[in-house]
């Protein structure tokens, strides 16, 4: 049996993986992954999130308006959110971020929605789950000027550079990769993954989405029925260890338990004070 592995974000209750929902459970099972962070990205999939965690011991569940759902929110979507925080059955929040590669994106309501979310998670001490895709300097510019969780934040399949890493790691900062960024020419992943603090070290699939290089598929699953696109399998996170370990030139079990150590403490362990 291998150490146990944690993915510190999926979306395991997308539609695109029901039809292989028993499969998929088995072969977590197979790589001993004991926890996944499961994130919602809009209020239409929030409470499938929640059911998909309540039925799964094994899943934290994340709620978050996404940066690709802000323009189409509907007008209570804060509402909704601070209803089912209240309840007690979410834990993390997340996918929230900041993103200026999708095309029409709005930058200032991206920034609206992510400071509501961030204050909301730093009154409650949660976890949060963060995008960032060509926003680094309006994400700093918003950590910089915001008041933040006490337990820190995470910044997901993160992509800026060794030098926004050590910046971030100052505002409390933890990291997580998949291996479908591991495209041979990734030099600045490759890069960051490496510089990385070993304490702020965490791994991640972002499945069904960012399907590994062959070289790091271990599991396959088949196209999505619209689309002829390959999903990627969550127990593909068996390989983003492997991978990750073979970059920073550690070994697997000794990742495996830096790792474990990082989720815990901050998914897990640290106290809600702020409740
Ligand atoms: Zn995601």
């Excluded at 099972?29 to 926890?35: G, R, V």
């Excluded at 007008?75 to 999708?102: C, H, M, P, R, Y």
């Excluded at 609206?112 to 994400?139: D, G, Y």
Aim: charged share 20%; net charge negative.
């Amino acid at each position: 049996m291998t150490a146990p592995l944690y993915d510190a974000h999926a979306h395991l209750a997308d539609p695109r993986l029901e039809p292989y929902r028993g499969a998929i459970e088995q072969s977590l099972k197979e790589i001993n992954c004991q926890q996944t962070v499961v994130n919602g990205t809009s209020p239409a999939d929030w409470h499938a999130v929640v059911e998909y965690t309540k039925s799964s011991g094994k899943s934290l569940p994340a709620i978050g308006l996404h940066p690709w759902q802000v323009k189409d929110a509907p007008a209570d979507w804060k509402a909704q959110f601070s209803q089912l925080l209240n309840t007690g059955a979410v834990t993390v929040i997340g996918e929230i971020g900041l993103d200026q590669w999708i095309e029409g994106h709005d930058i200032e309501q991206q920034q609206a929605a992510f400071k509501w979310q961030l204050e909301v998670a730093t009154q409650r001490n949660l976890p949060v789950s963060i995008h960032c895709l060509r926003a680094m300097q309006p994400l700093l510019e918003t950590l910089l000027t915001a008041q933040l969780p006490q337990r820190g934040i995470h910044l997901h399949a993160f992509n800026g550079s060794a030098e926004d890493a050590r910046r971030l790691v100052e505002l409390g900062a933890y990291f997580s990769f998949n291996a479908g960024q591991l495209k041979p020419n990734a030099k600045t992943v490759f890069e960051a993954i490496r510089a990385i603090p070993e304490d702020r070290l965490l791994i991640e699939t972002d499945a069904p989405d960012m399907l590994p290089p062959s070289e790091y598929r271990e599991f396959e699953l088949p196209p999505a029925k619209s689309s002829t696109r390959l999903l990627n399998h969550p127990a593909n996170l068996h390989a983003a260890y492997k991978a990750i370990a073979d970059i920073r030139s550690t070994s697997f079990n000794q990742l495996a338990i830096q790792v474990e150590q990082n989720f815990q403490r901050y998914f897990i362990q640290t106290l809600r004070e702020h409740i």
